[in-house]
């Protein structure tokens, strides 16, 4: 297995300065404490008016997601690569690609996928079938060609999760950490390693999106959700916030990393 290659932005990545406690990004003209204090805002309004007319109004709701995290993160200071898991043809990665180069941020990006579609899985059936969202890495490259996105940037690690994402590639991986994290896995059985597999890159504010959070009708012993939860047992550091929703079936969540656990 090849080693990734450093990041090359030659900076020092900064701790995240966000208070959960005593501070907020909104997307509002005032916003208040429980105390009735007034807060200051972010500039994060003309960082997004910024963005949607450098890149156009976002296409879909998942595209309007991504056009959020990306000024939202850089206002909190959040610096790291971006990590999508399952990539299917490439439009979220294009998307991503283009504001990361308008917010001025060196990230790496970075497409985990089998490139063979959806595996054989206890969840896969009427709605979801095995091989469904097959794409070439072949074709995913040649779709990002296209679209202007400079392929230096990118790196595709291909294989089924429980087999590709290793101790070796996280080893491979190290130091860098991860601003955004994109989970579009579907099913249980895909989601597990994936969130095992990010546990060293996550850092305070980190955000994580996932695309198919109510893909089975919210139900607690499925999908994302099930794996979700098990992982956050398994993790007492980390803790997640509910950030935003988006489209018909996602959500995505604030990280919070603490040196001890919960009391």
């Known amino acids: ?20 406690a005593r501070t907020a990004c909104v997307l509002a003209d005032r ?26 109004p976002p296409k879909n709701k ?11 993160t850089t206002s ?33 990006f970075f497409a985990f996928d089998s490139f063979e579609g959806l595996p054989a899985s206890a969840e896969t059936g009427e709605k979801l079938q095995e091989r469904q969202y ?21 790196h595709c690690v291909k294989g089924v999760f429980d ?8 080893r491979d991986l190290a130091p860098s950490k991860s601003a955004i994290v994109w989970v579009d896995c579907d099913l249980y059985e895909s989601t597990v390693p994936v969130l095992d597999f990010i546990v060293p890159f996550l850092q305070t504010g980190s955000i994580i999106c996932f695309d198919d959070w109510f893909g089975f009708g919210g139900h607690p012993l499925k999908g994302e959700i099930r794996a979700t939860n098990e992982w956050l047992a398994r993790n007492p550091l980390i803790r997640l916030t509910h950030y935003r929703d988006f489209g018909v ?15």
């Open 134 to 154: 097959a794409c070439s890495q072949e074709q995913f490259l040649d779709n990002l060609k296209r679209a202007g996105v400079d392929i230096s940037t990118v």
């Open 163 to 170: 087999q590709s994402l290793t101790p070796r590639l996280q």
């Open 1 to 20: 297995m090849r080693t990734i290659p450093p990041s090359s932005s030659g900076r020092s990545r900064g701790k995240c300065s966000w208070s959960f």
């Open 76 to 108: 909190w200071k959040v610096e790291g690569e971006y990590f999508e898991f399952g990539v299917f043809r490439g439009r979220a990665m294009i998307h991503t690609y283009r504001m990361a180069r308008r917010c001025g941020r060196p990230t790496r």
């Open 31 to 56: 916003a208040f404490q429980d105390d009735g204090m007034e807060l200051e805002i972010h500039p994060l309004r003309p960082l997004v008016a910024q963005l949607k007319n450098a890149v156009g």
């Open 62 to 72: 998942k595209h309007e997601m991504l056009q959020l995290a990306f000024p939202t």
């Open 249 to 263: 079936s996602g959500r995505s969540f604030v990280v919070h990393v603490s040196e001890t656990a919960p009391s």
